[in-house]
């Protein structure tokens, strides 16, 4: 059995205003920097392989909280959001006719405009997920996680969903004979430095 670690990078601008990033290339914020400083990765994890997202703000939280440069793999690069990135979530919301919608009623079809649904980004990871031979951690975005951590539950974006992506911790997931399981029902924080 393999397991990987996900983990959600730190903080951007964009974050912080709601804004959606999909796979724009935006840095961390100062703030987000400083936080991380203060993080490392828990001791039984300090050796595993690195991976991230090419996109600058997954590398360089993989940097900060590993003290290493992460080996990048371009299918861990966020969720296309086509003509909503950029935009507020919350904007989109307000306009009955953007077709916008809240996670718990996406399904695995749904698609913003000109953009990848759940199953596109899901059938894009995947092979790569099966194919770890060694425990990994991989520093990426929250679409990326969502679309692991669904398949894991058995969860298919109807009602709310059985977990909750915060920051600055570990989800585990056993990879074992072409099925993801969760390894434990509380991800794994970050140790102070």
Known sequence: MTTLALIRHGHTPWNR?????????IDLDPDAITELK????????????LISSPLKRASQTAEIIADR???????????????????????LKADPSSG???????????????????????DRIK?????????TIAVCHIGIMRMILATA??????GPAPFRIKRNRLFLIEIDNGH????NDEPIRLEKR
């Open 17 to 25: 205003a709601g804004r959606i990033q999909g796979r724009t290339d």
């Open 38 to 49: 203060n993080y490392k990765l828990p001791s039984q994890w300090a050796d595993a392989d």
């Open 69 to 91: 440069t992460p080996q990048h793999v371009d299918c861990l690069i966020e969720m296309n959001w086509g003509d909503w990135e950029g935009l507020r979530g919350i904007d």
């Open 100 to 122: 916008f919608r809240d996670i718990e009623h996406w399904g695995w079809h749904y698609r913003p405009p000109n953009g990848e649904s759940p199953q596109d980004v899901c």
């Open 127 to 135: 092979p790569w997920v099966m194919a770890l031979t060694t425990d």
């Open 153 to 158: 539950h058995g969860w298919d974006f109807d």
């Open 180 to 183: 993801l399981n969760i390894v």
